[in-house]
């Protein structure tokens, strides 16, 4: 499949800031696109996903923004906190695809 | 979501010999994966596990090197065989029920190779 990317390596933010992570793919057949997050020693979990027919999904303290016209998808955190610092992954699969390709990730620091 | 269970958590190996690693879930579910995540690095799909039959393998992974079985609906396991530096890595598992569908992943087997 083609190549699922992220504009930043990484982003340090203050706690109580909102967050933006950015991703941009190339595959116009995309239909389907998922944010996980992953802990230092865990696996990837799933933080909320969007399907091609919508442009916008509010998760708690999360929402996923996808433009297809310039093929650009983003997690905003609401009000970040300490908990929130990870790896962030977006993904995404094309029309009947059972095969997920994902991006290079964001590592997200939140500053005390 | 399903509960999965990977083992062993993580290894230290010596180079040409293999490993097995154990996924678990505590449902059935229709697709099984497996991944590779490189040192700092995303997640690359090495093969779909087909229940009953052979694994489907992505481009660059071969059956030889990485041989999967998956028994049944809640079962599977990934060998890395004649290991070598380069195959250190986590090795992820993960289950979906389909396309467009999010799958949920375990927590990865850490294999470093000396």
């Known amino acids: 499949g083609e190549s699922v990317g992220l504009h930043l390596p990484t982003l340090s933010v203050q706690e109580g800031d909102n967050s933006i992570i950015n991703c941009a793919y190339s595959?116009?057949?995309?239909?389907?696109f998922i944010w996980y997050k992953q802990e230092s020693g865990k696996g990837p979990q799933f933080i909320i996903d969007?399907?091609?027919?919508?442009d916008k999904r509010q998760g708690q303290r999360v929402t996923v923004l996808l433009n297809k016209t310039v093929k650009h998808l983003s997690l905003q955190i609401a009000a970040t906190q300490p908990g929130d610092s990870a790896v962030y992954f977006c993904?995404?699969?094309?029309?009947?695809?059972?095969?997920?390709?994902f991006g290079a990730g964001t590592t997200v620091t939140v500053r005390a | 979501s399903a509960v999965i269970s990977q083992k062993p958590s993580r290894d230290i190996c010596q180079r040409g010999t293999s490993l097995t690693i154990q996924c678990q879930v505590d449902?059935?579910?229709?697709?099984m994966f497996w991944y590779r995540q490189q040192p700092g690095q995303s997640l690359t799909l090495i093969a779909t596990?087909?229940?009953?039959?052979?694994?489907?393998?992505e481009s660059g992974f071969v059956i030889d090197k990485f041989p999967i079985s998956r028994p049944n609906l809640t079962f599977s396991t990934l060998t890395v065989s004649n290991m070598s530096p380069e195959d250190s890595s986590i090795y992820l598992c993960?289950?979906?029920?389909?396309?467009?569908?999010?799958?949920?992943f375990g927590d990865g087997t850490r294999l470093s190779i000396l």
């Open positions: 993960s289950v979906g029920p389909g396309a467009s569908q999010p799958q949920h």
């Open positions: 595959n116009s057949a995309s239909d389907y």
């Open positions: 969007i399907r091609s027919n919508m």
């Open positions: 993904a995404e699969n094309g029309a009947n695809d059972y095969k997920l390709s």
């Open positions: 449902s059935q579910v229709t697709m």
């Open positions: 596990a087909n229940q009953g039959s052979e694994a489907t393998y």
